[in-house]
């Protein structure tokens, strides 16, 4: 129903920066929350930031605050994570995800569609 897929990952020294961006086909994106979520090697998935449909409401995890911010932009069908000060910690494939709800949640159950992931690498 909705397809997702991000771009923006590589490879950047620690203290730099990334944008991620997010595009969704399919659906009413503007009517959908959509998270990011990573997954450093060996490691489970993890929260990152969440935005509510409406961009009103955001969430991040108390690793990023500070450092990353969530935005959309709905006339283009667009969710952005932009990532300063990057760490080598922050190495882990990010995915995007949307749920129908109005809402910037971190748990994964609340998410139904789910890109395929981009890299992102963080060298010292």
């Known amino acids: 129903q909705v397809q997702l897929v991000e771009s923006g990952g590589g490879l950047v020294q620690t203290g730099g920066s990334l944008r991620l961006s997010c595009v969704a086909s399919?659906?009413?994106?503007?009517?959908?929350?959509v998270g990011w979520f990573r997954q450093p090697p060996g490691k489970e998935r993890e929260f990152v930031a969440a935005?509510?449909?409406?961009?009103?409401?955001?969430r991040y995890t108390d690793s990023v605050k500070g450092r990353f911010t969530i935005s959309r932009d709905n006339a283009k069908n667009t969710v952005y994570l932009q990532m300063n000060s990057l760490k080598p910690e922050d190495r882990a494939v990010y995915y995007c995800?949307?749920?129908?709800?109005?809402?910037?949640?971190?748990?994964?159950?609340?998410?139904?569609?789910w890109g395929q992931g981009t890299e992102v690498t963080v060298s010292s």
């Open positions: 995800a949307a749920g129908y709800h109005n809402g910037a949640f971190s748990t994964q159950r609340d998410y139904n569609y």
């Open positions: 399919g659906g009413t994106f503007s009517r959908y929350g």
């Open positions: 935005i509510a449909w409406t961009g009103s409401s955001t």
